[in-house]
């Protein structure tokens, strides 16, 4: 990639260049406006119909519960309940008063039938409204059954919605094949206290208007080319166009989806193919009808808008690419021309004519470079025949020098040769010096020694000493301590003692309880025996007895405890007697000990005096040779230091000497050197034409 940008023209690289700055950051830009664009159009749309999905679908509801109410309308009006309480002649009635009773019951079939007729007018949703009662009776279009059906109770419907609690959908095959009525059908199981407070009198049907309900769709446009549906719990579907328009038993793919997402999702919006046209769906389910609203808008439609960004970014973008290629193609033209202009001059100056000017009007940066290649060129005119001149000084200097720095470089070589003897005689008695330093002073570290550990035993010594006493101090603490717990514990065996002849005083009033308790049961007894012969009056004389039965004999139990714990104890205090008198044993043998420990550490204390003067002593002799160890060390470093700083001194003079000649050398080499260099420079300079 370096290379192929190496090889091209200027023209090619500023083209290039506008290319990267200008034509793809405005196609990034369109791509990213187009797809922020698309993303939040898709967003907008989808909460758009995502709010009105959840709108229809509360309507809808609404309208459901209208209609639920309908049911508790009809069962609550007075002709319904008229009905109800003549739904079976009195027993015992004459034929006569038999057809009085079955034509006021035609009558008020009749009342209750235009009541249901003009309850269904009040609801523009309902289409019909068919009762039916447990006697067989039915007002409405149910009335009419198909062929071969004689009692609306043997049929499905009927059965399906007498035991249903709530609204009930029926099914189209359930409802066409029974009583032939329509596309949506609900029902519900109607109950009155004068019939029964807990089974059903009969059922209602209703048959909602499908009409009613593609009015209402018709009315809810998202876009152009939509399309909304609702899907009835029966399976049904109510579309925004006619009924007669729609085509029955289509079975779409596009209806089960949202069918089987309903059973998990209660509302969601995604994008699908319909048709082979990729298409955004929405749907919201009921919460209370059962029904699935569902909203179908193709995708292109939404995004008929960013499409319309996208075009208008791609073109502007194409404008301005043009027009930036364009301008920047024609400033390089007319940069690239001057620049040419300045190139031809530097390669003429280049080739070593200097006589030669760049010629420019232009006033910016490459008339600045023409104006400064021209001063440069001036310069180069004067520093050449400077240089002319200086060459051939330099030439002349250099001859001399090469002569001076010989004959100074034969005097340097034979006073180094002189100061080289000095030096290695200074360096052997330094040599001797630094031997007899080693020696002396591993004398003097042996002495130190000598001295360190003597001074480490007088501490070892005193720390002895020190222990001795504190050992004699913890042995009379000792001693004294035994003494106190002797006698504490003797007080102890003697409190044991009293709590032994307590507990036997103890023992001996749970005997007299005991014999107390015997006693009161046997009272008990007679008294229970002499109630008895009593008869009626000595019953509650018996029970008194009975009671102080149980009194003694509970408290001869807790006797009994008492006893046995008494003897627990005054068993457990013996043994505690032995166990302190032990002791007692113990501690009066251990401040045997103690006391004979003392007299140990007495005698340890006098030997330790001893040792400590004899030690002192020691310290004395060795403290002095180790002052006169330090004098001897100190002169014979004082030898070696000075002997050391004449061989030094030796070693630099005679490096200095032999640096110095080096450097003659260097000199005169270089002498030789600049004349050769002054040399070519002239023949260089004879080059340019100035």
């Keep these: 990639m370096k290379k192929l940008t190496k090889k091209m023209s200027l023209l090619q690289k500023l083209v290039n260049v506008i290319l990267t700055v200008v034509i793809v950051p405005i196609l990034i830009i369109g791509i990213m406006a187009t797809s922020i664009s698309k993303t939040a159009l898709e967003e907008q749309s989808r909460n758009s119909k995502a709010a009105l999905a959840s709108q229809t679908a509360d309507m809808v509801d609404q309208e459901m519960d209208r209609i639920n109410q309908m049911f508790l309308q009809v069962s609550l009006s007075t002709a319904f309940q008229d009905v109800v309480n003549n739904l079976e002649p009195k027993k015992g009635l004459s034929n006569k008063e038999k057809a009085e009773w079955s034509m006021g019951r035609t009558k008020l079939l009749q009342v209750l039938d235009k009541e249901i007729q003009s309850i269904t007018i009040t609801n523009k949703f309902i289409s019909s409204i ?6 067989g009776d039915v007002i409405g279009p149910a009335s009419t059954l198909p062929e071969g059906v004689t009692d609306v109770r043997k049929t499905l419907v009927y059965q399906k919605l007498i035991d249903s ?37 009969g059922a209602v049907k209703i048959e909602l208007s499908y009409d009613a309900f593609q009015s209402m769709l018709s009315k809810i446009k998202v876009g152009e080319n939509d399309s909304s549906y609702l899907i009835a719990a029966n399976g049904n579907r109510i579309s925004s166009l006619p009924y007669n328009e729609m085509v029955q038993g289509e079975e779409e793919p596009i209806f089960a989806e949202v069918e089987e997402r309903a059973k998990t999702v209660d509302a969601d919006t995604f994008t699908t193919k319909v048709n082979d046209v990729s ?314 000990s103690a006391k004979a420990s003392a007299e140990y550490f007495d005698k340890i204390d006098m030997a330790m005096n001893e040792l400590l003067q004899n030690i002192g002593r020691i310290m004395e002799v060795i403290h002095k040779i180790d002052q006169d160890k330090d004098s001897v060390l100190n002169s014979i470093n004082n030898i070696a230091e000075v002997s050391e700083v004449a061989a030094a001194a030796s070693e630099e003079v005679s490096a200095s000497t032999q640096e110095q000649l080096s450097t003659l050398e260097e000199l005169a080499n270089m002498a030789v050197m600049l004349k050769n260099y002054s040399k070519n420079l002239e023949e260089n300079l004879k080059r340019f034409k100035v």
């Design 165 to 201: 609690k709530d609204m009930t959908w029926l099914n189209s095959d359930e409802v066409d094949t029974y009583i032939n009525s329509g596309y949506l059908t609900v029902g519900k199981a109607v109950k009155s206290f004068y019939y029964s407070d807990t089974e059903a009198v």
């Design 279 to 592: 298409t955004i769906v929405t749907y919201n389910k009921c919460d209370k009808s059962g029904f699935i609203y569902m909203i179908l808008i193709p995708e292109s439609e939404v995004l008929q808008g960013s499409n319309e960004i996208r075009n208008l970014i791609v073109l502007v973008g194409a404008i301005f690419s043009i027009l930036a290629v364009l301008g920047g193609f024609f400033f390089a033209l007319n940069m690239i021309r001057a620049l040419k202009g300045v190139e031809k001059t530097m390669f003429l100056s280049a080739e070593g004519d200097l006589t030669v000017t760049a010629q420019t009007k232009r006033t910016d940066e490459i008339g600045k470079v023409a104006g400064s290649f021209n001063s440069m060129v001036k310069s180069l005119r004067g520093l050449i025949s400077q240089s002319n001149e200086m060459s051939e000084e330099v030439s002349k200097t250099a001859e001399s020098l090469s002569k001076i720095s010989e004959a100074t470089s034969r005097t340097a070589s034979e006073i180094s040769s002189a100061i080289n003897d000095v030096a290695m005689g200074a360096g052997m008695q330094s040599e001797e010096v630094d031997r007899s330093v080693q020696v002396f002073s591993s004398l003097a570290d042996g002495i130190g020694n000598a001295v360190s550990s003597t001074n480490v035993m007088e501490s070892a010594a005193k720390n002895v000493k020190d222990y001795t006493v504190e050992g004699i101090q913890a042995a009379q603490v000792l001693d004294k301590k035994a003494l106190e717990v002797i006698s504490i514990t003797e007080e102890v065996a003697e409190q044991i003692s009293g709590l032994a002849k307590s507990i036997t005083v103890i023992n001996e009033f749970t005997e007299i309880l005991n014999i107390t308790s015997e006693q009161t049961e046997l009272l008990s007894l007679n008294a229970s025996i002499e109630a008895a012969r009593a008869g009626e009056h000595g019953k509650g004389f018996t029970v008194v007895a009975e009671e102080i039965r149980k009194l003694a004999e509970q408290s001869s139990r807790q006797t009994k405890k008492i006893e046995s714990l008494t003897n627990e104890i005054l068993s457990k205090t013996k043994a505690s007697t032995e166990f302190v008198m032990k002791a007692n044993t113990v501690i009066k043998e251990q401040a045997e």
């Design 130 to 135: 068919s009762l039916m009662y447990v006697t």
